[in-house]
């Protein structure tokens, strides 16, 4: 009886291919400039049952990393 959402987190969702609701493992797909995004699998049958968007907190500007031009000219080849 002693329910506990602590965390909101999709522990389970329903798979249309199972026919009923399975864990989910949780997948980083790619990462945006603000966020990443993650899939849900299907523990079982990897089945992708949905995306989320976690964005991240905001970052102040850094300056990318430029890279160092290369010198060309000093090694002949
Ligand atoms: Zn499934």
Same mark, same amino acid.
């Given at each position: 009886?002693?329910?506990?959402?602590?965390?909101?987190?999709?522990?389970?969702?329903?798979?249309?291919?199972?026919?009923?609701?399975?864990?989910?493992?949780?997948? @980083? @797909?790619?990462?945006?400039?603000?966020?990443? @995004?993650?899939?849900?699998?299907?523990?079982?049958?990897?089945?992708?049952?949905?995306?989320?968007?976690?964005?991240?907190?905001?970052?102040?500007?850094?300056?990318?990393?430029?890279?160092?031009?290369?010198?060309?000219? @000093?090694?002949?080849?």
């Amino acid at each position: 009886m002693a329910q506990q959402f602590g965390t909101f987190t999709a522990s389970e969702l329903y798979c249309p291919r199972c026919g009923r609701a399975q864990p989910v493992r949780e997948r @980083l @797909l790619l990462i945006l400039p603000d966020g990443e @995004l993650y899939e849900f699998l299907c523990a079982r049958c990897a089945t992708s049952l949905g995306k989320r968007t976690v964005t991240a907190p905001p970052r102040p500007l850094a300056p990318v990393a430029a890279r160092p031009p290369q010198r060309r000219g @000093l090694i002949g080849r």
